[in-house]
Each structure stands twice: as C-alpha cells, then as structure tokens.
C-alpha cells in the first residue's frame, strides 16, 4: 500500500469514527444538543481536523443522515424486488419504510431535521449532492415498480404521470404521517384509531384513484390486517410493526 492510499484509508477511517460519535451523542444527548467540539473531544482529536472532514455541523448532519439512507436500501430492495404484484409491492415500501422508523428512531428524527432549511439550506452544495445522489438508489427501486405496474397494465393506460411524479404521492403520504406521528399531541382529538391504520387506508384510496389494479376497499378492517401480515410475512418474513405512533423522541 502506497503511503498516499495509506492516507487515504485513514482519512475514511476517522470521518467514519467522527460520524459513529456523532450519531452516539445523538442517542445519548439528544439532536439539538450536538456540539463540534464535544465530538472532537470525545473522539480525542482536535477541532480542527474534525473541521478537515466537515466544513460546519450541517454538513456532518447531512452526511450522518446520508450514511443511514444507505443503510436502509437491503430493506427496500426486497420488497421492491419482492415476486408480488406491483401493488403489493408499493405497499411492501411502505412497510418497509414504517419498520425501519420503528427499528431506527433516531435516524428518522434525524432525516426530519436535515431536511429542514436550517440544516439543509445551511450545508455545502456538496453534501447536498452526495445526499441526493445517496436517494436516487431508493428512487429507482420504487419508480421501477410504477414502470412494471404500466407493463403489466395494473395502471391504466395512458396514465399521465410519469413514474416519478406517481410514486411521490405515496411518498409524500407516508412522510406526511410519520411526520405527524412524532409529534406529542399532534394527532389528540382529530383521528380515530391508529395512525398508521389511517396512514394505510389513505395509501389504497389513492392507488384505487391513480386505477391502480387489483383495487382494494380500505373501509375493511379486517382485510386490511389480513393484508398487511401477509405482505409482512411473504415479503420480508416478520411480523407485522404495530400500527400505533412510536413515543417521540427528545
């Protein structure tokens, strides 16, 4: 190994020390309460050249939430590439999408805050590009189950919206609820039920909009519980996550 790869290799490996800190400190102290220097600090190295690595807080926000994208695509790959009908399959997303909020908590939170234009308009266009481009494995999955719903004519044809345009509907839904639920007190009084029962039922009426085929009727409880353990179980061989809103995080 050349000294410039072996330089190289050691740069990786300390961003990646700073960033395990990072998300550390997060689970410990809670997100607003991350500060530079008690990453450096911590990590035994000076500010400096935890500076070297991220240009300011926001970039190694972007690029701590960037690094928990990556590691939710096994998850998404296998229900996009689930052998199921393409609704199915977009159901399968979503699943998938509410088992990793519950198993990582704090990289949802985490994402949410990035997002916000305090973070994000605050950071480098550079760590905005890597975030982006980070996305676009999971975009790809999902718009590839819309063009095999078109070939298969489980869209109407001469659906409108393109793929990328169709699938951020369901996004935006899912996003909308988790967003919600997080919040204390958010939902008292102005839903009944579970949330992400809700958050379901919603997701058919709009596929049952778009034409999506087979429709489905979401006003049926029980076929929907019988529905979504069967996705859960053929898909990814667990258990259904419960319905109800995790307990917000500090």
Wanted: glycine share 6%.
């Amino acid at each position: 190994m050349s000294s410039q790869d072996r330089r190289q290799r050691e740069f990786a490996l300390r961003e990646q020390l700073f960033l395990d800190k990072a998300q550390e400190l997060i689970q410990r102290d809670g997100l607003l309460a991350l500060q530079m220097s008690k990453i450096a600090e911590e990590c035994e190295y000076a500010i400096g050249t935890l500076y070297k690595h991220f240009a300011s807080k926001e970039d190694l926000l972007v690029e701590l939430s960037t690094r928990n994208c990556l590691s939710r695509v096994e998850l998404f790959e296998r229900a996009a590439r689930w052998e199921a009908g393409s609704r199915d399959r977009i159901i399968a997303v979503a699943l998938a999408d509410l088992m990793i909020m519950r198993e990582q908590p704090e990289h949802f939170r985490l994402a949410q805050f990035v997002w916000t234009d305090i973070v994000w308009g605050a950071a480098s266009p550079q760590s905005r590009q890597r975030a982006l481009q980070a996305c676009e494995p999971l975009s790809a999955l999902i718009d590839g189950i819309a063009a095999d719903a078109r070939r298969h004519g489980d869209l109407p044809a001469g659906f409108a919206l393109p793929d990328q345009s169709l699938t951020i509907g369901p996004w935006c839904l899912c996003m909308g609820m988790h967003t919600l639920a997080q919040q204390a007190g958010m939902l008292d009084g102005l839903i009944q039920g579970d949330p992400y029962r809700l958050m379901f039922k919603h997701l058919h009426y709009l596929l049952n909009g778009y034409g999506w085929q087979p429709l489905f009727d979401p006003g049926d409880d029980a076929a929907l519980d019988v529905h979504l353990g069967r996705i859960c179980r053929d898909a990814f061989d667990a258990p259904c996550p419960p319905l109800v809103p995790p307990a917000p995080l500090s």
